[in-house]
Nanobody, 122 residues
Framework: QVQLVESGGGLVQAGGSLRLSCAASGRTLNTYYVGWFRQAPGKEREFLARIKWSGDWPYHVASVKGRFTISRDNAKNTVYLQMNSLKPEDTAVYYC???????????????WGQGTQVTVSS
């Protein structure tokens, strides 16, 4: 079993930055992929970025590449999402998820955190 807890959300002005954290506990995640998603009101959950727990193969979708950066700190069992140049349209609940394959991370079974709210004011 894996437990994920997100933190770091809040209210920020457009152009500002936030760093989200996803702290993991429970079983080892050495072979897992961890991803960040977001869901805005009335919209479907959107995949943003993923990284293998080992730190290999970070990937960001085109819509956030260059503004958002995923990273991890194995010593702290934590995956981060650094978000810069935030826009009002980035307002959403942000979630992290851990899964054993890239495919299951995107659309299948995995472990979800409870989410953290990010609100970007104009």
């Amino acid at each position: 079993q894996v437990q994920l807890v997100e933190s770091g959300g809040g209210l920020v002005q457009a152009g500002g930055s936030l760093r989200l954290s996803c702290a993991a506990s429970g079983r080892t995640l050495n072979t897992y992929y961890v991803g960040w998603f977001r869901q805005a009101p009335g919209k479907e959950r959107e995949f943003l970025a993923r990284i293998k727990w080992s730190g290999d193969w970070p990937y960001h979708v085109a819509s956030v590449k260059g503004r958002f950066t995923i990273s991890r700190d194995n010593a702290k069992n934590t995956v981060y999402l650094q978000m810069n140049s935030l826009k009002p349209e980035d307002t959403a609940v942000y979630y992290c998820k851990a899964a054993q394959t890239v495919e299951s991370l995107r659309t299948g079974a995995g472990y979800w955190g409870q989410g953290t709210q990010v609100t970007v004011s104009s």
